[in-house]
């Protein structure tokens, strides 16, 4: 993918949704960490699911470390992971309260500290929180980045360095946004729909699959 058609493919994805957003379901910086920090192999709707029982009695760092482990356990039990989840927000709203003044941190170094915090969910609270032209780089756009062409990369951090690099910055800010959404209701991992792709012109994926009969 040339850079014309990088061009035109965010123009028209940006065109087709001027304003993409996160799809889990937050009030605050803290409750996005917590989200984010949730979500890891398990999907946004599982993570709104456990969220929307969590956040009405804890959505502060001292308010989970006052719930406690088993009742936190308890509450998001419903996803994946749950014990090792839980107890690294325990950790993380400690390291928050003792470090940070109960506040989420805005620097990569500080949020990759936290329990439980990697460089994608760090990517994601710097950009749906603060605003940076960062690219969290998921399953998703892993795969539609290889497909397209976009910005092939053999890992993660090699097609968020790509991106970096190739993505304009008129759509940086939401790049991440366009190409989750993407990855998750068009170009489908089994079987993408590339019939109903509105940026299929400039993807370089050699088998494009038709339209059902």
């Known amino acids: 993918m040339d850079a014309d058609a990088v061009e035109a493919f965010f123009a028209t994805l940006r065109a087709a949704n001027p ?34 029982r969590l956040f009405p009695v804890a959505n502060t760092p001292q308010a989970i470390l006052d719930l406690g482990l088993e009742r936190l356990e308890g509450t998001i039990k419903t996803i994946g992971l749950y014990h090792a989840k ?16 109960g506040e989420v941190p805005r620097t990569r170094e500080a949020l990759e500290a936290l329990p439980g915090v990697g460089r994608k969910t760090a990517n994601v609270v710097l950009n749906v929180a603060f605003g940076e032209p960062t690219m969290a780089v998921d399953t998703h756009i892993f795969r539609v980045a ?16 790509q991106l ?7 759509y940086a800010a939401d790049a991440h946004h366009w190409l989750i959404l993407h990855g998750r209701y068009v170009c ?26």
């Open 19 to 52: 304003q993409p957003a996160s799809e889990l379901e937050y009030t605050s910086v803290f409750e996005l960490l917590c989200a984010v920090l949730l979500s890891a192999q398990a999907t946004d709707v599982g993570v709104n699911k456990a969220t929307r």
């Open 86 to 101: 839980a107890r690294h927000l325990i950790a993380t709203c400690r390291i928050l309260i003792e470090r940070h003044g």
């Open 146 to 161: 290889n497909r397209t062409g976009l910005a092939p990369g053999k890992t993660p951090l090699a097609v968020e360095l």
């Open 164 to 170: 970096l690099k190739r993505v304009p910055p008129a």
């Open 188 to 213: 489908l991992a089994r079987r993408p729909l590339c019939w109903q792709c509105g940026v299929a012109r400039w993807c370089d994926y050699p088998d494009k699959t038709p339209a059902p009969l």
